[in-house]
């Protein structure tokens, strides 16, 4: 299947000779959940803003449902929803309003019957009628996506949708985007919280300094690049790691109470059974035993590291 959104090769530089993109290639399946990662001023904006035809690419091409960004400006802007980090239109309007006005910007007919569904949907129908600014900034939030969804697109661009948020209207929001995906739109979305991309993305893509550094699907990835650790609490401290333990490359931490032993979960054998068996063999008693497997932020980290 032809890819929803496909980028390639774009670049960016602005007018201040700042080169923010550097031949970015990416392509986006239609119906799935992409997080985009990057640390701050990677270029994460810079690149929803092209597809979404705010912002002028210096060259490449992108195409949303086979028509260029450029070229095909008003099909494209018609298939898109984009939810920004901030809201800024009229506090003094209502919920119903902004909403509905939304829809026709993007020249659609009035359809009360589609706005009152997605008030729904995001839990906002009980307060159609007041103004923005008597809202929450979780509601305010909701409000946004609301917008995004009045003229039924079928990508939807989420910048960072729960910054600033608290825990229990987080969880809420990823509730609403797997809903949003079953009913069949793709959805890209940039977020700073890891463990937002960990638990709601299908694919990740990680870009620095205006390059992807790495395209992958998120459970491959994790079993791919994530490690484990087993953590051995000693019965007595050691003062050094015994010779004949050396091949594990066991790192004696905590004052020598305790032994980590690092070790690949996609392995056939990851040594565990072994090392335990040497353990014994060289008369050091366990108190305890735990294993902890490396966080998407862990191997975030990394390749980011390793991208410098
Ligand atoms: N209008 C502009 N003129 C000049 N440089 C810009 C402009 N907009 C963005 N940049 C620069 O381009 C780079 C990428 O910015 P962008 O906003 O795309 O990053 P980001 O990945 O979205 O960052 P953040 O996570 O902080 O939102 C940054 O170094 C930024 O300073």
């Not at 550097?22 to 992409?34: A, Q, Y």
Request: proline share 3%; aromatic share 4%.
């Amino acid at each position: 299947m032809a890819p929803i959104v496909s980028v390639s090769n774009l670049s960016k530089t602005y007018a201040s000779g700042f080169q923010a993109l550097k031949g970015v290639s990416l392509d986006i399946e239609e119906g799935e959940i992409l997080a985009l990662l990057g640390p701050n001023g990677a270029g994460k904006t810079t690149l929803i803003s092209i597809v979404c035809g705010i912002v002028n690419a210096t060259g490449g091409k992108v195409t949303v449902g086979g028509n260029d960004v450029v070229r095909d400006f008003r099909q494209t802007r018609a298939m898109i929803g984009l939810v920004p980090q901030e809201l800024t239109t009229d506090a003094f309007e209502t919920v119903w309003n902004t909403v509905s006005f939304s829809r026709g910007l993007h020249g659609k007919k009035p359809d009360p019957a589609h706005i009152e569904k997605v008030l729904k949907d995001l839990s906002l129908w009980n307060k159609k009628d007041s103004t923005l600014r008597e809202l929450s900034g979780g509601m305010k939030r909701r409000v946004l996506i609301a917008k995004a969804l009045s003229h039924e697109p079928r990508v939807l661009f989420l910048d960072e949708p729960t910054a600033g948020v608290d825990v229990s209207l987080r969880k809420s929001m990823w509730e609403v985007v797997q809903r949003l995906r079953a009913s069949g739109v793709t959805i890209i979305l940039t977020t700073h919280y890891i463990e937002e991309a960990e638990e709601i993305a299908d694919r990740i893509a990680v870009i620095n300094s205006g390059e992807i550094l790495l395209v992958e699907d998120k459970n491959a990835l994790m079993t791919k690049l994530g490690r484990k650790q087993l953590r051995v609490d000693l019965a007595q401290p050691l003062e050094r790691v015994p010779d004949s333990l050396a091949s594990y490359n066991l790192l004696l931490e905590g004052e020598g109470e305790r032994l980590i032993y690092e070790y690949d979960t996609s392995a056939d054998r990851t040594g565990i059974t072994s090392l335990l068996a040497a353990l014994a063999e060289a008369g050091i008693r366990l108190r305890d035993i735990s294993t902890r497997q490396s966080s998407l932020e862990d191997i975030f980290v990394e390749i980011v590291e390793a991208g410098r």
